[in-house]
């Protein structure tokens, strides 16, 4: 109870000043006394909205992600690979504004995982997300899934990395990075750690195989041994 009361605080806490700033602009809109003002404003209006939405999106993932612990017997068989394939090419008309390359790859099989389809998706969207927002403009994202001997879902990217001393704050619900650029809510890594977690799964921060940038992977159990897990 504690804990679902903390979260509706930070939740209430962190829309209350995008909600403010959106009525602002609005009120800024009404007032323009010419179309170039008023098309500024409106721009603005919409980044704000878009922020909400976002928002929104990661509340109630984490909402849903809460509410299915108690639920992991309804889990199904779910082809990772393809969940994968598919986030990944509704992320290239992202990646391709800030011309970031988007590679996927898949080794091994089969890649299935014991799973809430939904959840695991959220995850994986948190994952590349991420991945281009913080990456360098005209960088590189590898996305890679592969069974060795579980099932190992990782996400690379080229950005600044992050520091030792911050990889255990990165899980913590809206925790953001001291300067970090853009406007993120600070839950993107928190959503992808307490999914992982509801699917026995374990997250792994790392850095690029040059020394440079962020890898996240998440390492699944494969489906036939989450299954003789759910049956005991």
Same mark, same amino acid.
């Given at each position: 109870?504690?804990?679902?009361?903390?979260?509706?605080? !930070?939740?209430?806490?962190?829309?209350?000043?995008?909600?403010?700033?959106? @009525?602002?602009?609005?009120?800024?809109?009404?007032?323009?006394?010419?179309?170039? %003002?008023?098309?500024?404003?409106? &721009?603005? #209006?919409?980044? %704000?909205?878009?922020?909400?939405?976002?928002?929104?999106?990661?509340?109630?993932? $984490?909402? *849903?992600?809460?509410?299915?612990?108690?639920?992991?017997?309804?889990?199904?068989?779910?082809?990772?690979?393809?969940?994968?394939?598919?986030?990944?090419?509704?992320?290239?008309? @992202?990646?391709?504004?800030? !011309?970031?390359?988007?590679?996927?790859? %898949?080794?091994?099989?089969?890649? =299935?995982?014991?799973?809430?389809? /939904?959840?695991?998706?959220?995850? #994986?969207?948190?994952?590349? =997300? !991420?991945?281009?927002?913080?990456?360098?403009?005209? &960088?590189?994202?590898?996305?890679?899934?592969?069974?060795? +001997?579980?099932?190992? $879902?990782?996400?690379? =990217?080229?950005?600044?990395?992050?520091?030792?001393?911050? /990889?255990?704050?990165?899980?913590?619900?809206?925790? *953001?990075? +001291?300067?970090?650029? &853009? =406007?993120?809510?600070?839950?993107?890594?928190?959503?992808? @750690?307490? #999914?992982?977690?509801?699917? !026995?799964?374990?997250?792994?921060?790392?850095?690029? +195989?040059?020394?440079?940038?962020?890898?996240?992977?998440?390492?699944?159990?494969?489906?036939?041994?989450?299954?003789?897990?759910? @049956?005991?």
């Amino acid at each position: 109870m504690m804990s679902q009361r903390r979260f509706i605080e !930070n939740a209430t806490h962190q829309l209350r000043t995008p909600l403010a700033g959106l @009525k602002i602009q609005a009120e800024r809109a009404l007032q323009a006394d010419n179309l170039e %003002a008023m098309k500024q404003t409106m &721009g603005q #209006i919409k980044n %704000a909205a878009d922020r909400v939405a976002h928002l929104s999106t990661q509340l109630l993932t $984490l909402a *849903r992600s809460e509410s299915m612990a108690s639920h992991m017997a309804e889990f199904e068989r779910v082809d990772l690979k393809g969940v994968v394939y598919e986030c990944c090419m509704e992320w290239v008309p @992202k990646a391709l504004e800030r !011309n970031i390359e988007l590679g996927f790859e %898949a080794r091994g099989a089969p890649h =299935d995982v014991m799973a809430d389809a /939904t959840l695991l998706r959220e995850s #994986i969207n948190n994952l590349l =997300d !991420n991945a281009i927002r913080y990456s360098n403009a005209g &960088g590189q994202i590898n996305v890679l899934v592969r069974l060795s +001997p579980r099932v190992l $879902l990782s996400v690379e =990217d080229n950005g600044p990395g992050i520091q030792a001393s911050e /990889t255990d704050k990165v899980f913590e619900r809206f925790y *953001r990075i +001291p300067g970090s650029p &853009g =406007d993120g809510c600070g839950l993107g890594l928190a959503i992808v @750690k307490e #999914i992982a977690e509801l699917h !026995n799964a374990q997250v792994e921060l790392g850095c690029g +195989p040059q020394g440079t940038g962020t890898r996240v992977t998440v390492v699944f159990p494969v489906a036939s041994d989450a299954v003789r897990r759910l @049956k005991r």
